[in-house]
């Protein structure tokens, strides 16, 4: 498997037959430009246009934009109901966590979760082998809830996402904290790179890892 950046919460992730990809978002909105792209299959984890813009993937054949289990191509899929935020979705609505099965390996996505996570809803997404989690705050968990939230989950790999970056609109972004927050409350050994290439094999369960991936 394959987990490339495309910035934001978007991610694409390449299987040996299949290719996904998270939350594509409005180049306009976000203040950085989503690259061309093509993917079997598009996740989205709400409604709002730093995450649902499905027009940008190309290719698309099947998309994923609620809670359920759905078996794609060989792919399991099982969206997580959250909120995104603090107050049961009062203040920003519903939010979607994924649990993707590809390749033997589990990639769990939390989308815009703006709240500590209960444990039901970390049984629900078993063993861990990838996170991505929001860490920038604001308008979602912060550095400090990300990083409980992570050794909680315990997974192999952490990839931090929806932080502050160059480029980001700051009308709308200017108050995400930065990554680097995040990495002092989580304490875990870091790794920086363009990729992440990962078979299960590889993985061992007792060492935990950051990885920043560099936006394409």
């Known amino acids: 498997m394959d987990i490339s950046y495309l910035g934001h919460s978007s991610f694409k992730i390449k299987g040996r037959t299949v290719t996904l990809i998270t939350d594509p978002f409005d180049s306009e909105n976000v203040g950085i430009k989503f690259p061309k792209t093509e993917a079997d299959i598009v996740t989205i984890s709400h409604e709002h246009k730093d995450h649902n813009s499905l027009e940008k993937v190309d290719g698309v054949k099947n998309v994923i934009r609620g809670v359920g289990e759905y078996e794609i191509a060989g792919v399991s899929i099982v969206g997580i109901s959250s909120f995104h935020d603090d107050k049961e979705g009062t203040l920003r609505g519903k939010n ?6 590809m390749d033997d390996l589990r990639v769990v996505h939390m989308g815009d979760l703006g709240h500590e ?3 039901k809803i970390a049984d629900s997404m078993g063993d ?5 989690i929001p860490v920038g705050g604001f308008y979602t968990i912060g550095p400090k809830e990300a990083a409980e939230i992570v050794k909680k989950l315990e997974p192999s790999f952490t990839i931090p996402m929806h932080f502050q970056d160059t480029g980001l609109n700051s009308a709308i972004y200017k108050d995400l904290a930065k990554v680097d927050d995040f990495l002092e409350d989580v304490g875990y050994e870091v790794e ?3 990729k992440l290439s990962i078979k299960k094999e590889l993985i061992n369960e007792d060492i935990s890892k950051v990885v920043i991936l560099e936006r394409k």
């Open 192 to 194: 920086k790179t363009t």
């Open 117 to 119: 996570l209960s444990d």
């Open 128 to 132: 861990i082998d990838i996170l991505m």
């Open 96 to 101: 979607i966590i994924y649990a993707i099965e």
